[in-house]
């Protein structure tokens, strides 16, 4: 089934070499990309059928015993992460969440007394004069 579409573009393909004229070597192009797509439905297909067969093995394999027992061994995997993470919490080194600093973005920790407004900042110059001054010292702007 899969043999006839391989011939079929390599036969393409050597008479593609040949031909010049721009009608005839767009209609076999045209005919490989129709070949192509069908092999590509072809093989979507069997891979759908591969895959329908393999779940199927794999739901007739799998018991309600061994759903349980992975059932089980995820209950159990909980119940140890909780512990652990109530051991950390306990733990004095460790700390509470509440008690340690807020890191930012970049990983500075977080102060809001060092955070000053800038239109509130406490500079007596101000960082640019006012085009007044600028004309008593004869500035131009261009």
Known sequence: MLIDPFIRLKRIK???VHIKIKRYRQELIEL???TIHQLNQVREGEERFSLD??????SEELSEEKLERTIEEIAEEESTLNKKEEEQLADPLYG???????????GRLEKKEESDDFYKSSESEPFY???EEDKKEKRFYF
């Not at 067969?53 to 794999?58: D, E, G, I, R």
């Open 32 to 34: 490989a990309r129709i």
């Open 53 to 58: 067969t393999k779940l199927s093995q794999n």
């Open 14 to 16: 050597e008479i593609l």
């Open 129 to 131: 004069n006012s085009p």
């Open 96 to 106: 509470s969440p509440e008690e340690s600093q807020k890191e930012d973005f970049y």
